[in-house]
């Protein structure tokens, strides 16, 4: 796990934007992490939730959603979201400066999440192709990829692929992978057309924030989610991130968090494939189950993830 701190703005507030309120938290980013904080501390006074889109994104379905038009994979949140802007950071001071005044914080959680430029465009583009080729610029992302290729196959494309097969999770992750996807009849290359772009942080911040062991800045300021620099954007692992900082908050003092991959992919033939592995962060676990069973799950997952708005804590403990 990375220690120490990221590079993040940290000039002082202007001297004229308005202090709207002093919170007890402040909560940045609606994104799987900082939904799950929310949810969690919501009743506690003086917490704030703020996010430059009101729309919740459910990133696990919009492969499938894109490609396979099956289903939308985004809801409109509640009116609690403050839909601002964050246009600066100071940690010190534990301020907060939005598009529309100033925040103040005994308690900030930084969850703003990461983008990835031109990435409808590529999924448009390829389902548009009969030929797709698919990599992704980082190792971390492999499984964005293959995914995209699965979908793209069940079309009767004739796809193929150009990368690894997740082996930072493991050997035995990935020759399951790597079976799976030569039985479909993706051919393997060495250059795709279709490129997974890298995450990048969205401003203010200049570069993903490095936590501590406990997911801690500093005394106060948490991080979750993808602006972590702790290797794969996933999900799973980013709402994971939001109960244990929750947790953390809820007992008043600073909890060890353990990273954990966790991903069900979809073969497009009627199975699933379950990944678990803590490998990527000096862990000894790995396990790779496939099965109908984890499928139905998956979609189970789409579907009441998207109806709770983000809120769905039990998979912490998958």
């Given at each position: 796990m990375s220690l120490g701190l990221g590079k993040i703005k940290r000039s002082k507030p202007q001297a004229n934007s308005e202090t709207k309120s002093k919170n007890s938290m402040l909560i940045l980013g609606a994104g799987y992490a900082g939904l799950n904080v929310y949810y969690r501390i919501r009743r506690r006074v003086g917490?704030?939730?703020?996010?430059?889109?009101?729309?919740?994104?459910?990133?696990t379905a919009r492969l499938r959603s894109v490609i396979l038009n099956k289903q939308n994979y985004y809801v409109q949140l509640p009116s609690y979201i403050i839909k601002e802007t964050v246009t600066d950071l100071d940690i010190d001071s534990r301020q907060v400066i939005t598009n529309h005044g100033r925040y103040e914080?005994?308690?900030?959680v930084i969850a703003m999440g990461s983008i990835r430029s031109g990435l409808d465009k590529i999924l448009y583009s390829a389902t548009k192709s009969d030929r797709p080729s698919i990599a992704s610029e980082s190792r971390f992302d492999e499984y964005i990829a293959l995914q995209m290729a699965l979908y793209l196959n069940s079309k009767k494309k004739q796809v193929?692929?150009?990368g690894g097969f997740m082996d930072w999770l493991g050997e035995e992750v990935s020759k399951t992978v790597r079976s799976v996807v030569e039985e479909s009849g993706i051919k393997i290359v060495d250059k795709a057309d279709y490129i997974i772009p890298a995450p990048q942080p969205p401003a203010p911040l200049d570069s993903f924030i490095k936590v501590d062991e406990n997911l801690m800045i500093k005394d106060g300021v948490y991080a979750?989610?993808?602006?972590v620099d702790m290797g794969p954007k996933l999900g799973e692992m980013s709402m994971k991130m939001g109960i244990h900082v929750a947790n953390s908050i809820n007992v008043g003092r600073p909890l060890r968090f353990e990273p954990m991959f966790t991903y069900i992919m979809d073969t497009s033939s009627g199975k699933g494939i379950h990944i678990k592995s803590n490998l990527p962060w000096r862990g000894s676990y790995q396990s790779v189950k496939v099965s109908a069973l984890r499928l139905l799950f998956k979609r189970f997952i789409e579907r009441y993830y998207i109806y709770r708005k983000g809120n769905m804590g039990f998979l912490a403990l998958l």
């Open positions: 917490v704030r939730i703020i996010a430059s889109s009101d729309m919740f994104v459910f990133e914080a005994d308690i900030i193929s692929y150009a979750a989610g993808d602006i």
